[in-house]
């Protein structure tokens, strides 16, 4: 006789939670980053014409911001380790409400400007970022690691995306730079509200990454089903720096960040002081931001079938291309497609930058390696808003910014081909 199969209900333990967890981070990035943080691309320049400080004067609070943001980032990933990732968020998202309202209502002088956004909203991000969420994603995905940080790290530019015509319309409508602080507020309480339903590890729901168990035939497959290196190994930070491969990756990051913090803190001005008016000049940021919104996922779902380096070597060579288009602006069309260019390598340098780290260090170092990497080149990239500002003070332009930058950018694509899987050194 033929037995009868049995049909039973899914247990709710094999519904993999990794998905949802992505989801509830994706709100927070959204909301914390892609709307907070990106506001201030369209109310910086409203601050600088309103109260009539000078440029460079004005971004020392940008690159104060980077600087501490920087300095944060490794207190965040031991926080991160020590406490985990949930509370992490909650603190630095409770920090970014403050810092909103306080920008909203107290921030009449350049110092108190300088203050708030430079050590007060650095705080905020650093501890309610990108350490805590990226750490988060790579403990619950590792075959679909890449996927997992692009679809999570699109949420920061569809938010910068919609951020600008919004807080464009919200100063406008509103009269004055201190409504769209105030409305960056309600963004920030909408971050903290998903926070309390974030799970830092699989095993606190007795799960694994990827939803696969240890010993399985699908765990057996688990390195080799993909021509992508990951290591089955843990590396310790002080190993990490002393492999070239390390100090590679900062440099291909530094390609696109640094002409970042010229576009966003000085993008606006450069193209107003070229006669496009400012909704034309928010629109190009606006298109920037969508392009790295949009770029992210398939660059992540490209980053685990494709060979990383061969990406980045891409996305660079694009993002040279695209800065010199914002630099001589031929015309609002080309420059609408320069944002969605450059956007689109900056967000997927973002997504394979992390993926690659994890996949080359691993995933339980990830937190610590990355806490290092980050800072190292938001050090070095916050001069840039600072530097730009005063030598457009000096030159009446931002043609050297320009050139500096190209080349830069140009020279980490180049990088982009030598970079390699790092190699462990015998120990004696």
Same mark, same amino acid.
């Given at each position: 006789? =033929?037995?009868?199969? &049995? ?6 333990? %094999? ?22 943080? #990106? !506001? ?5 320049? $409203?601050? &600088?014409? $309103? ?28 926080? @991160? ?37 430079? &050590? ?15 750490? *988060? ?9 890449? *996927? ?19 807080? +464009?319309?919200?100063?406008? =409508? ?10 960056? =507020?309600?963004? %920030? ?13 699989? $095993? ?11 010993? @399985? ?25 002393? *492999? ?11 390609? @696109? ?25 928010? !629109? ?22 494709? $060979? ?36 689109? %390598? #900056?967000?997927? +340098? ?9 996949? #080359? ?33 000096? @030159?009446?332009? #931002? ?18 081909? *030598?970079?390699?899987?790092? +190699?462990?050194?015998?120990? +004696?």
């Amino acid at each position: 006789m =033929t037995p009868i199969p &049995v049909v039973s209900s899914v247990p709710a333990a %094999a519904i993999f939670f990794g998905w949802k967890n992505l989801g509830l981070l994706f709100g927070v990035y959204l909301f914390a980053v892609g709307f907070v943080y #990106y !506001s201030f691309n369209v109310i910086f320049p $409203e601050m &600088v014409r $309103e109260t009539g400080w000078k440029r460079g004067d004005a971004s020392w609070a940008q690159t104060l911001h980077g600087l501490l943001f920087a300095a944060f980032l490794p207190f965040a990933a031991l926080t @991160t380790n020590r406490i985990g990732a949930r509370r992490t968020i909650a603190i630095g998202v409770s920090v970014l409400i403050a810092g909103c309202i306080l920008l909203g209502t107290v921030a009449q002088s350049i110092f108190a400007w300088t203050f708030l956004w430079g &050590v007060v909203m650095a705080f905020g991000l650093a501890f309610g970022g990108v350490i805590p969420i990226q750490t *988060t994603v790579a403990q619950w995905f590792s075959l679909r690691r890449a *996927t997992a940080i692009g679809v999570v790290m699109s949420a920061a530019g569809l938010g910068g995306f919609l951020a600008q015509p919004l807080f +464009t319309w919200v100063m406008q =409508t509103f009269n004055g730079w201190q409504s769209g602080w105030l409305a960056a =507020t309600g963004f %920030a309480v909408l971050a903290i509200c998903l926070v309390g339903w974030v799970v830092n590890h699989p $095993e606190d729901r007795g799960e694994h990454a990827d939803g696969i168990a240890p010993g @399985t035939e699908a765990d057996a497959l688990r390195y080799g089903s993909r021509p992508i290196y990951r290591t089955q190994d843990t590396w310790t930070l002080a190993e990490a720096l002393r *492999t070239p491969t390390l100090w590679l990756l900062i440099v291909l990051f530094l390609g @696109t960040v640094m002409p970042l913090y010229l576009l966003l803190v000085h993008g606006v001005l450069h193209l107003t002081d070229l006669d496009y008016d400012r909704m034309q000049a928010a !629109s190009v940021l606006s298109f920037m931001l969508a392009g790295s919104a949009c770029a992210r996922f398939p660059i992540g779902w490209l980053g685990d079938r494709l $060979e990383p380096r061969l990406l980045l070597f891409g996305l660079l060579v694009v993002a040279a291309i695209a800065l010199g288009l914002v630099w001589k602006a031929p015309g609002l069309g080309w420059l609408l497609l320069a944002g969605v260019l450059f956007g689109a %390598a #900056y967000g997927g +340098t973002l997504v394979l930058i992390p993926a690659v780290i994890a996949n #080359y260090f691993g995933a339980a170092s990830f937190a610590s390696i990355n806490g290092f990497v980050f800072p190292v080149q938001l050090v070095i990239a916050s001069a840039v808003p600072v530097g730009a500002g005063y030598l457009a003070d000096l @030159t009446g332009s #931002y043609d050297a910014a320009f050139i500096g930058l190209t080349g830069f950018t140009i020279l980490a694509a180049a990088c982009a081909l *030598t970079t390699r899987p790092p +190699t462990r050194q015998a120990r +004696t």
